[in-house]
């Protein structure tokens, strides 16, 4: 599960800690920097818009009103995210087709220690097995 949402704050850390109390276990993945391409706040909001419809399932609140949660690995949402940064603000190459990665400029990753995750968080292991590994692996854990 993840969540796809937008900020104006200038550091994307300050709004995740305003969001700690709807939800403690709440952790930073990848944010993008869509500032440094000046885009205009329509534009924003029409990106955030469109991820909202294109990936993952989305999760509900009680009242029947779409969550910014969606059921989804943040490593597919990342792919999305980053396949429309770069297909929509990147230059494409006029021999190739390919588009340049503007999305890895604007990236910033957070990975936190696996460790903390667990016992910060209390989700058992196996719900969130995917995620783990790769923060083990990340942070060079030993495998067993």
Not at 2 to 20: F, Q, Y
Not at 42 to 64: A, M, P, R
Request: hydrophobic residues 30%; contains cysteine; charged residues 30%.
């Amino acid at each position: 599960m993840c969540k796809i949402g937008l900020t104006t704050k200038e550091n994307p850390l300050d709004r995740i800690n305003e969001s700690i109390t709807s939800n403690p276990y709440y952790e930073l993945f990848n944010c993008y920097n869509m500032a440094k391409i000046k885009i205009s706040k329509k534009e924003l909001y029409n990106f955030e818009k469109y991820l909202h419809k294109k990936v993952g399932q989305n999760i509900y609140h009680l009242s029947g009103n779409k969550s910014e949660w969606i059921r989804m690995s943040p490593f597919e949402a990342v792919k999305e995210i980053e396949y429309y940064i770069n297909r929509s603000f990147g230059k494409a190459d006029l021999y190739s087709g390919d588009y340049e990665d503007v999305a890895h400029k604007l990236k910033i990753e957070n990975r936190p220690d696996p460790m903390i995750y667990v016992l910060k968080s209390r989700v058992e292991y196996n719900e969130t097995q995917e995620y783990i590994d790769y923060l083990m692996k990340f942070h060079k854990y030993p495998v067993e």
